[in-house]
Structures are given as structure tokens and as C-alpha cells.
């Protein structure tokens, strides 16, 4: 459901920004602009109190976990080397999981949730290089933790939640859902936060604000920019959570996440920044940088990595 109704809605973002206004140019004999790209800077890697980052976190929605191995996804975990790999739409089933991933010797403790009720749809996983206190599944509510979108590791100073929330879907079908699954979802957060600071990563679908995107204009009344789903994301900010890439980068444009495989919207940089860290406020200080690598191919999201100083 996700890839159909984010493809109309980011192909829409294609027509706007890159048909009509072509055509237009074609006429008055023009060459149509250049996209322009977001060109990830050199990582940071010391916080504002002068802290070394000793945790790194990557999160990626592969879209698929079987075709992301194939497509060499492994590889650029790899080179990447973060301490923790939080994966979302996985698709799979455990008992189907490629050996590849399974078999890895570089992150010993691996985690899976999934669908209990629809085989290959939705799913998170995490893979740890240290072993964690304690892992949960779900956030203790049943109508959402069937689908299998939430795993939650306990380490020493912090909680880590990675999440693949629920989309809205085409033409909205799942819109009060969704905003269902944001009060429950922000109440189980701000409780884990009472016990110790959380780092929150995944898909979050999506776009806050109108810089977000490419086309907000156009998609104001699509899944992952509609008013209730970008007040869901404005009360998790007020419950005390910090979007960490706009927190380093505010001002910063055309940073996506998120490209349709139609239209060559990845090509052409028509995309949504749906992929995040979120930090409770006490782990501010030592946020060092936030990545988006959206050089890395395999999904029709990018991943995004999280350095900080624990």
C-alpha cells in the first residue's frame, strides 16, 4: 500500500516541478534547470560540550529486506559500521530471513518484529554489536503491535526505539487510524522517557514541514503531509522531542529521504524527508551530527546516521 500511494503522491511532485515547468521552458526555447541535490557534509563528530561521539546509529527503511540483500545492501552497512541497525519494512517473515543478514558475525544480537496477521507487510528490525539490557516488541497495545512496528533496546544511559509507522494510505483510508496510533505511540514514549532519555529512529511517514518536501503545495492533502499527521509529529516535538537533523540543520533544503521509483524522481531530487532521529531533550548535549546518506541505493529510502556522545 505504502509504494502505491507514495508513488502517485511523489509522481504528482514529478508533474509539478518537473513536467508543467519543462514544458513551459521548452517553449521559450530554454533549458530545463538542473536539479538541485543535497550533498551530505563531512560528518561531525564532537558534541557542543566537547564530547567524542561514541555511539553511532544507522536506520533505513529497506522496503523489503530479501531484495535490499540482493540489491547489496549489506555492503554499505558494512562500510558504514554504525554500532546499532535499525531496519524498517522488512516484509519477512523470521523463519525467511536471508542467511546473509542472519549468518552476520559484525552485530551478534539481532532483533525482529513482524506482521502477526499479513506476511510480508511492515516490519522493524534491529541489529546490535553490543548486546542490549533488554528488548521489547510493540508499545503494549495489540491494535498496533500486530503489524510488527516497534522494537524498543534498553542500553545503559538511553532507551532506543525504532519505529515504522503507520501510513495513512491511498485517498486516507487509514487517516484516523493513524492519528490513533499517534497519541498511543507519543504516550509510550514519554513514559520510556521518565525512566531514562530515548533516541527515537525509523519512518515516521512523515514531513513536518513544508521544507520537507519538494511539492507541499501540491500534497497538502496527501498521506505524510496532511494537517493531522504534521500536528502528530508538532506534539511529539512538544512532548519534549528533538527532530536532530533539523535541530543541526534548520534552514537546510531539498535534504530527502524518501524518492518514488517513478518518474525518476530520485534522479531529480522530487522527494520527502520521512526518515528521522528524534532525541529526548537531555540527550542534546551530546548529539554530535545527523546524516542523511542519500548516496546509498538499494531502497527507495535512503538511510540516515546518527552520531552522539553517550
Known amino acids: 500500500m505504502k509504494r502505491g500511494k507514495k508513488a502517485e503522491e511523489t509522481a504528482a511532485d514529478g508533474d509539478n516541478d518537473n513536467g508543467t515547468a519543462t514544458a513551459k521552458k521548452a517553449k521559450k526555447g530554454k533549458e530545463p534547470e538542473a536539479p538541485v541535490m543535497y550533498d551530505d557534509p563531512p560528518d561531525k563528530m564532537t558534541s557542543k560540550d566537547g564530547r567524542d561521539a561514541d555511539m553511532k546509529i544507522t536506520s533505513w527503511n529497506v522496503d523489503g529486506l530479501r531484495a535490499w540483500v540482493k540489491k547489496k545492501g549489506l555492503d554499505w552497512v558494512r562500510e558504514e559500521a554504525p554500532d546499532v541497525l535499525c531496519l524498517q519494512e522488512t516484509k519477512c517473515a523470521e523463519k525467511n530471513l536471508p542467511a546473509d543478514i542472519t549468518s552476520m558475525p559484525e552485530y551478534p544480537h539481532k532483533y525482529w518484529a513482524v506482521s502477526g496477521e499479513k506476511e510480508g507487510y511492515s516490519g522493524v528490525g534491529m541489529l546490535c554489536k553490543t548486546e542490549p539490557i533488554k528488548v521489547t516488541y510493540g508499545i503494549?497495545?495489540?491494535?498496533?503491535?500486530?503489524?510488527?512496528?516497534?522494537?524498543?533496546?534498553?542500553?545503559?544511559?538511553?532507551?532506543?526505539?525504532?519505529?515504522?509507522?503507520?501510513?495513512?494510505?491511498?485517498?486516507?483510508?487509514?487517516?484516523?487510524?493513524?492519528?490513533?496510533?499517534?497519541?498511543?505511540?507519543?504516550?509510550?514514549?514519554?513514559?520510556?522517557?521518565k525512566q531514562k532519555p530515548l533516541v527515537l529512529c525509523g519512518d515516521l511517514n512523515v514531513a513536518h514541514q513544508e521544507i520537507d518536501l519538494k511539492n507541499p503545495k501540491g500534497n497538502k492533502k496527501s498521506a505524510g503531509f496532511t494537517p493531522e499527521e504534521r500536528e502528530g509529529f508538532s506534539q511529539l516535538l512538544k512532548a519534549g522531542f528533538v527532530d536532530s537533523f533539523r535541530e543541526l540543520y534548520p534552514e537546510q533544503t531539498n535534504a530527502y529521504t524518501f524518492w518514488t521509483y517513478m518518474m525518476n524522481a530520485r534522479a531529480k531530487n522530487v522527494g520527502w524527508r520521512l526518515d528521522y532521529f528524534l532525541l529526548s531533550s537531555a540527550l542534546l548535549p551530546g548529539l554530535c551530527d545527523s546524516k542523511i546518506r542519500n548516496k546509498a541505493m538499494g531502497s527507495d529510502h535512503c538511510p540516515i546516521t546518527l552520531h552522539l556522545a553517550v
Open 140 to 193: 503494549g497495545k495489540e491494535e498496533h503491535d500486530k503489524e510488527g512496528r516497534v522494537i524498543t533496546a534498553e542500553f545503559p544511559s538511553f532507551f532506543l526505539v525504532t519505529t515504522y509507522v503507520p501510513n495513512a494510505g491511498r485517498g486516507l483510508v487509514r487517516l484516523d487510524y493513524r492519528k490513533t496510533w499517534d497519541v498511543d505511540f507519543r504516550a509510550y514514549l514519554s513514559e520510556l522517557d
